[in-house]
T-cell receptor
């Protein structure tokens, strides 16, 4: 089976840095996605990691360690609009891009 | 705006009824995915179509079915509705040359 774990909720202050962790256990791991979802809205793509290491995109960075089954999303210079849920999702070689298996998401609350 | 459209935006119906949710993928995308998101739960993969053919199935109930038409739009049919089917239903599409799936705005289904 597959298991994806993320913290349920995190809080942080505007301007700060926050790291959201995701651990996974799955056979035939292919890649890991991070999506952002504001309440009641569609998830929007943030990053995709296949290889080990850090990928940076502006204020957002994502890290992957395949050997440890671990990823994190790093958000810098937090803004109020970053208050949202952050979803970690994996794909498997068996299914390729046939489906995304999502964790339950981490709700991030950014306060002034 | 992801380019994926879903109708209707909201749907309220009674137990035992049947509804059809519609999705139009981004222009040129051959793959369509359906996901269910219940309150406080993560996104659950239901089913995927590629160019009119079913490609992958998740934990989709037998009361649910889907199809993709020659013009690539897709419909998700939900029958014998139960209270527990109340959820947000998202459609996503993907081209063959990109990694990410693009999500539509969702249909919020309420079963009373």
């Amino acid at each position: 089976g597959q298991n994806i774990d993320q913290p349920t909720e995190m809080t942080a202050t505007e301007g700060a840095i926050v790291q959201i962790n995701c651990t996974y256990q799955t056979s035939g791991f292919n890649g890991l996605f991070w999506y952002q979802q504001h309440a009641g809205e569609a998830p929007t793509f943030l990053s995709y990691n296949v290889l080990d290491g850090l990928e940076e995109k502006g204020r957002f960075s994502s890290f992957l360690s395949r050997s440890k089954g671990y990823s994190y999303l790093l958000l810098k210079e937090l803004q109020m609009k970053d208050s949202a849920s952050y979803l970690c999702a994996v794909t498997n070689t068996g299914t390729g891009f046939q489906k995304l298996v999502f964790g339950t998401g981490t709700r991030l609350l950014v306060s002034p | 705006d992801s380019g994926v459209t879903q109708t209707p935006k909201h749907l309220i119906t009674a137990t035992g009824q049947r509804v059809t949710l519609r999705c139009s993928p981004r222009s040129g995308d051959l793959s369509v995915y359906w996901y269910q998101q219940s309150l406080d739960q993560g996104l659950q993969f239901l089913i995927q179509y590629y160019n009119g053919e079913e490609r992958a199935k998740g934990n989709i109930l037998e009361r649910f079915s889907a199809q993709q038409f020659p013009d690539l739009h897709s419909e998700l049919n939900l029958s014998s509705l139960e209270l527990g089917d109340s959820a947000l239903y998202f459609c996503a599409s993907r081209s063959g040359s990109e990694d990410e799936q693009f999500f539509g705005p969702g249909t919020r289904l309420t079963v009373l």
